[in-house]
């Protein structure tokens, strides 16, 4: 096993793994990076949405060999408590969430949709989001959060 | 010392000092046996603390669910935790504000009546005096039990209950910090998955260890005890990769084939039964001057289905087994993994660390058995178990299948004089508080005996749940089969038999108004006085925009539908817009709510809202599959959920929700509506009545073929 590199929310992270190791594991087990969540292992729920090279894509069916040399933004990429990213803040005002399980994801899925589509319609958002399995039904305030956020990023939001 | 007025949590957990302390200067300590399953309970507790007890809620440590540390109040479970958790703190932080209040005055000269609390200082007729809760602490012995009824604070004085608080846990969840028992890191952790028991009594006939670590890209350790098979490792992929592939290399003996034809629900019907009738005895001829009209309607079996599968983590070292687990009862826990390892309870401390929303009994126990059962085998070893999807889908318990049949005798005004609902249902309670139940614990040697199926009492009743309608019929009864087997495990699920029935009682409402040429709305109303719920249908009717006669069997359609969560806890009513082609598209949802006096109302609008989106699921989607191997789906393609596209636009109000009126639990209230009035707005948009839920696009079309 050679280290492989990839650049992880801004730094370059060297590891040692098997190449098909998922970049799920790779996150969470040795980077220590827990806000990416495991929903399901086979790629249909969205709980392990991140970031490569700016597209959406779910960590826990990428190998680490494909995104070597990659950049990667997970959820702890976007914002923090003291400056959180317009999304962020938009679903804390809109208290759009209940276990909260599934929101890491669908935050990434969110910023994906926002980067490319800064004035979205309620459909495209909810499109955008159909990957992303929600089961205590916040989808309602989600969609509402992610308006939100992009009203704030047109009027120039941080970012 | 317990004044007959002290309410049963009180009661078994009478010491204050089990409930709040005042550990170090400026902060308070307040214990709830609570936990935080994505309802938020934490902030309402919160609220209710700080109200009572005059602090800024910032102040105050919430310490939830741990046998070492909190009150034992069973489980999280029945939107209960508000109506009564909720109402014990409440009179706790009372008795507490008061004992300190009274100290102040007797040992430093006030009149009492002329001394208040802010943010924790005494204050002598609105002046802050040089005493507070700290100062005092030493002075006042919260080692006493509760007397009950010190007097709580008026509604009208509240600042801080009633005002929409944001949400304390929701911080670290939006910035992908610590937040899930499965982002806990334990030192030294080693990884653990578990082959499963194909069928409760299975037993192992082969392991071809040699194929396991062939399929192993790293070190694993393959542990057995009886037929409970684990596969060990530092490597959570490496684990991971061996057990996706360990069905293949075991082999099971006692494996009979299931009867796949179970998946629908009307196979009930001819399983013996436990029979009991609530209310007085069915008529045996019939009711001079009525008319009777019957119909039967049936619900699959559906899974809790949460976005992550569960997960468990113990340890066993010096004697003491420390579990971490999301299941919704620390206590019980305890005391059924005392009895699967023949340890003392003291010797075990459970605590809650929070998980994907389970919405009831789905694999959190049994994935803190496992660790915990690992554990003990492996002294000073932290076990981490995560299950897999395709185990929690396969695995967990589901809500069992229910029949609802209703007669109605009704009169010449169209009014049933006499109704009866029918209900034929597996058991909806198996939680393991009895030690029983728990996968692990069943693959042991020596298994618990399975605990029997049990209803328990009326109200709330399990299957029987809401089988009462709130209407004003001369004679109403309930029916209740109960199946003792059933072909999968089947437990607890957000609103129990509740969905079912009040999908059964509300269709028939719809349909014996279309019959009496009413208005639904108004045919409801004919026949219910209790003020609350007239209030709650009138309230949705009026944001709604309801019009009564819009012609049916056009494709679009809306639909009523009404119930009082368990005939005890929240009101709730709900509208539904859809439009139908061959599918059904859900478009508008709007939901008015009676929650009594309610201490966070976003909290309560959310968790409303919630409980329709999961009805619309409900309604629209969900179904467990079966083959002859036991529950094949096992994926989000087989067990197809509601998403983003497909989900109504939703509005939610509550009816007075500041009155002076207790708190009743609104968690599960908006679920059996819901699903109700989707189904009576897909009748108006069909001009045909589908009664077997899921409504899919198959059942749409052969509702079409057969109008």
């Known amino acids: ?148 956020a992009a009203a704030r990023l047109r009027e120039g939001g941080v970012r | 010392m317990n004044t007959p007025t002290l309410p049963p949590l009180l009661a078994a957990n009478p010491r204050l000092d089990q409930w709040v302390g005042f550990p170090s200067p400026g902060s308070v300590a307040v214990s709830t046996g609570r936990v935080e399953i994505g309802q938020g309970v934490l902030t309402a507790m919160l609220q209710i603390a700080a109200e009572e007890l005059d602090v800024a809620p910032e102040r105050i440590l919430l310490q939830t669910g741990d046998t070492d540390l909190t009150p034992n109040e069973g489980y999280t479970a029945g939107s209960q935790s508000i109506q009564f958790g909720g109402v014990a703190l409440r009179m706790v932080c009372a008795e507490v504000r008061a004992l300190f209040l009274d100290h102040a005055a007797a040992s430093h000269g006030y009149s009492r009546a002329d001394l208040a609390v802010r943010d924790g200082t005494i204050t002598h007729r609105g002046e802050p005096t040089a005493h507070d809760y700290w100062s005092l602490a030493a002075a006042v012995d919260l080692t006493r039990h509760a007397t009950g009824p010190s007097p709580t604070k008026s509604v009208r004085d509240y600042t801080v209950v009633g005002r929409s608080a944001p ?141 992550a599968p569960s997960c468990g983590l113990a340890v066993f070292r010096d004697g003491k087994l420390q579990v971490w687990t999301h299941s919704q009862g620390v206590y019980p826990l305890r005391d059924a993994l005392a009895r699967t390892l023949k340890l003392n309870p003291a010797a075990i401390s459970v605590k809650h660390v929070q998980g994907p929303g389970c919405y009831g009994h789905n694999g959190a126990d049994d994935a803190a058995t496992d660790a915990a059962v690992i554990a003990f085998h492996q002294p000073g070893k932290p076990i981490r178990v995560r299950w897999r999807r395709e185990e929690e889908f396969g695995f967990e318990p589901v809500s069992p299948a229910m029949v609802v049949t209703v007669q109605a005798a009704v009169d010449d005004a169209g009014r049933p004089a006499d109704w009866t609902t029918e209900i034929w249902s597996g ?75 009040v999908f059964a009682i509300e269709s028939m409402m719809d349909e014996l108004a279309e019959r009496a040429g009413q208005d639904p709305v108004a045919y409801r109303l004919s026949v219910l006085s209790d003020a609350r719920a007239r209030s709650v249908v009138e309230h949705v009717a009026r944001i709604s925009g309801w019009q009564a006669g819009l012609p049916s069997g056009t494709g679009r359609g809306r639909g009523v539908a009404f119930a009082r969560y368990k005939n005890m806890a929240a009101y709730a009513a709900v509208v539904a817009d859809v439009a139908v082609d061959e599918n059904v598209r859900l478009l508008r949802v709007w939901c008015a709510a009676d929650a009594g006096l309610v201490i966070n109302p976003d909290g309560a609008i959310n968790q409303l809202e919630g409980g329709i989106i999961h009805g619309a699921s409900w309604a629209l989607k969900e179904g467990v599959r079966l083959d002859t191997a036991g529950i094949s789906s096992r994926d989000w393609e087989t067990y197809p959920v509601l998403r983003f596209s497909e989900v109504p636009e939703v509005t939610v109000e509550l009816v007075d929700p500041m009155a002076d009126r207790p708190c009743l639990g609104v968690g599960e209230a908006s679920g059996g509506p819901t699903v109700a009035a989707v189904g009576n707005a897909v009748a108006h948009a069909l001009g045909a009545r589908l009664r077997d839920l899921p409504l899919t696009r198959e059942r749409v079309m052969a509702a079409l073929l057969r109008a």
Request: net charge negative; with cysteine; hydrophobic share 35%.
């Open chain 1, 1 to 148: 096993m050679d280290p492989i590199s990839l650049i992880v929310n801004g730094s370059t992270a060297t590891v040692t793994a098997d190449d098909d190791t998922p970049l799920l594991d790779i996150l969470r087990n040795h980077l220590g990076l827990v806000g990416t969540k495991f929903g399901c292992g086979q790629e249909q729920c969205g709980c392990c949405m991140v970031l490569v090279d700016g597209r959406p894509e779910k960590s826990c069916g990428k190998a680490l060999s494909t995104v070597a040399g990659k950049a990667i933004t997970t959820i702890e990429g976007l914002g923090t408590p003291d400056r959180p990213h317009p999304l962020q803040q938009a679903f804390l005002d809109e208290q759009a969430g209940q276990c909260g399980y599934c929101l890491p994801g669908i935050l990434i899925s969110a910023k994906a949709l926002l980067d490319h589509n800064p004035a979205p319609s309620r459909s495209q958002i909810a499109e955008a989001l159909d990957d992303n399995i929600c089961r205590c039904g916040s989808h309602v305030r989600i969609l509402r959060a992610v308006e939100r």
């Open chain 2, 167 to 307: 949400r304390t846990d929701l911080p670290a969840k939006v910035f992908g910090g610590l937040a899930f028992i499965h982002d806990v890191v334990l030192d030294g952790v080693v990884h653990a998955r578990v082959v499963r028991q194909p069928r409760r009594g299975a037993t192992i006939a082969s392991v071809d260890e040699a194929a396991l670590r062939r399929a192993a890209k790293g070190p694993v350790e393959i542990v057995r005890r009886g037929n409970f098979l684990a596969i060990l490792g530092a490597e959570e992929t490496v684990v991971e990769a061996v057990a996706a592939v360990a069905p293949n290399h075991v082999t099971w003996d006692g494996v009979d084939p299931i009867n796949p034809f179970q998946e629908e629900a009307r196979w009930l019907l001819q399983q013996p039964s436990t029979d009991r009738t609530i209310g007085p005895p069915p008529p045996t001829e019939p009711i001079p001057g009525t008319t009777r009209h019957e119909a039967t309607y049936t619900r699959m079996h559906i899974a809790h289905a949460s976005v």
């Open chain 2, 427 to 501: 058991r909806h309670t198996s939680r393991p508080g009895g030690g029983g139940n728990l996968l692990a614990a069943e693959a042991l040697s020596d298994p618990p005996p399975h605990p029997p199926a049990v209803e328990g009492g009326y109200p709330p009743g399990a299957g029987t749940r809401n089988g009462e309608p709130l209407y004003d019929f001369p004679a109403k009864r309930i029916v209740h089969h109960l199946i003792a087997e059933t072909p999968v495990r089947t437990s607890s699920l957000r609103g129990l038999g509740a969905t079912a029935n």
